[in-house]
């Protein structure tokens, strides 16, 4: 399947930019990774782009695993490599993360932490990740005690904590979309907004632009790191067909 991406961040208030992402592309199959750094200055931005280099060599090294498993083993790779930088600091670094896998007709996905993966087919949503956050788990539990912090995370790459990553698949047809991003971008931009936008004119790289400018514009002064990632499967064009229909075999 043939696929176009646009991509983008925007430092917003921020005094360093520690969000990493990057999409990969080996012999017809492709990787999308979006992380998000913690733990203060420079060790944030060096968590995730542990991320990053962590999916650079594997992905381009052989692997005949399952996507799912591959996956799997690319989020404990970085989660040992953000460890061991780490143990040079007295806190801790940390990092989320969220892949995609896109081989054929078929898409993976995993995740740690709330950065985040939106799945629209047909000009809807689908489906969305679910963030690894306590204000996440209240809500799930039903939990009445006292607000837990947005941004406080029970699970990250690099943490102290267990690390589960989260993964799912599905299968793809001619009009599947997806968007991964950091928390800057998701607490300011709703998935309607996302498919109001992208219903204008514009390539798909003006529409990635237009929409952090909106995300980072919202934020104002106080804005989080804001990075984000669209993937959108082209479909196959029909005018040959339609031409032979009209014309004639050639």
């Known amino acids: 399947m043939a696929w176009e991406f646009a991509h983008g961040s ?67 790779e970085a989660h040992r490599r953000i460890r061991k930088l780490g143990k040079n600091h007295e806190k801790l670094s940390g990092s989320t993360v969220v892949f995609l896998y896109l081989h054929e007709k078929e898409a993976y996905w ?16 689908l489906y969305h990740t679910t963030d690894h956050s306590l204000v996440e788990l209240q809500q799930q539990e039903n939990s009445f005690g006292s607000a837990a912090e947005t941004n406080q995370l029970y699970m990250c790459l690099g943490g102290s904590n267990a690390v589960e990553p989260e993964i799912n698949a599905a299968g793809l ?29 514009g390539s798909l790289q003006y529409h990635a632009d237009m929409l952090i400018r909106t995300a980072a514009e919202r934020g104002g002064s106080n804005a989080d790191n804001i990075s984000l990632l669209l993937a959108r499967n082209k479909s196959e064009k029909r005018l040959p067909r339609l031409v032979k229909r009209l014309f004639g075999k050639s």
């Not at 280099?53 to 992905?59: L, N």
């Open 173 to 201: 047809g001619n009009d599947d979309l997806f968007l991964l991003c950091s928390d800057g971008f998701w607490s300011e931009i709703n998935p309607d907004e996302v498919l109001q936008q992208l219903k204008l004119p």
């Open 10 to 76: 925007d430092i917003g208030g921020r005094p360093e930019q520690q969000d990493s992402y990057s999409i990969l592309d080996h012999m017809g199959s492709h990787l999308l990774v979006l992380a998000d750094g913690m733990g203060g200055r420079e060790q944030g931005a060096a968590a995730s782009d542990a991320v990053i280099e962590t999916a650079h060599t594997r992905f381009y090294t052989p692997h005949r695993v399952h996507p799912e498993q591959f996956l799997k083993r690319l989020c404990m």
């Open 110 to 125: 995993a995740h740690v932490g709330d950065s985040r993966l939106y799945h629209f087919q047909n000009e809807r949503l």
